[in-house]
């Protein structure tokens, strides 16, 4: 089971990670086809994230491409999700 650690479903991390306010809203989002991992589109709330994927995805106030750099244990404070990433 090593690599359950190593991973985290997009939705969960949308959520944790602070772009959706709720796995409801991410699981939409993702269920749009809108949002690629390294370049392929996610097309389930379940795809896998690892660390060092590419997420892009659209925002309000345009496409946001960030890589991830660890995976966040919980939805904490916005500075502690947003040292989960880098905006590329």
């Known amino acids: 089971m090593p690599e359950a650690l190593d991973t ?3 939705d969960k991390w949308l959520h944790q990670a ?4 709720t796995r409801a809203l991410a699981q939409k989002l993702i269920g749009k086809s809108r949002i690629r991992i390294n370049g392929r589109v996610a097309e389930k709330p379940h795809n896998l ?3 060092g994927d590419v997420v892009t995805l659209p925002l309000a106030g ?3 491409v960030v890589r991830l750099l660890s995976l966040p244990q919980r939805r904490g404070p916005a500075p502690e999700a947003q040292a989960s990433y880098v905006e590329i």
Do not use: A, N, Y
């Not at 602070?18 to 306010?21: A, G, H, I, L, W």
């Open 8 to 10: 985290l479903r997009l």
């Open 18 to 21: 602070r772009f959706c306010k």
């Open 49 to 51: 994230v690892r660390i």
């Open 62 to 64: 345009g496409v946001k």
